[in-house]
């Protein structure tokens, strides 16, 4: 299971590779798993049009309104953890 940290409380450590973040915790699809994840390298406090909330960019795609992020373990990037 994945443990989810609050941006407001606790930002991802510097230079700690990729990791997971997610606008919406209760997101679901239609399989029932978690949506509205990605992964992402940094986030940052936006001071343009999302001024004051959370952003990160994931090729093009700006990711906005981001509240919560998570460590990959190895088992998540599909590396046997052993």
């Known amino acids: 299971m994945t443990d ?3 941006l407001k409380d606790q930002l991802p ?3 700690s590779g990729k990791f997971l973040v997610t606008n ?3 997101g ?3 399989g029932g798993g978690m949506s509205h994840v ?3 390298g940094s986030v ?3 001071d343009g049009e999302q001024a004051g909330q959370y ?3 994931e090729g093009y795609l700006k990711l906005w309104g981001l509240t919560h ?3 990959i373990t190895p088992l998540e990037a599909g590396k046997d953890p052993a």
């Open 4 to 6: 989810w940290i609050s």
């Open 13 to 15: 450590p510097e230079n």
């Open 24 to 26: 919406n915790m209760n």
């Open 28 to 30: 679901r699809n239609a």
């Open 38 to 40: 990605w992964t992402v």
């Open 44 to 46: 940052h406090l936006d």
């Open 55 to 57: 952003c990160a960019y």
């Open 69 to 71: 992020w998570a460590a």
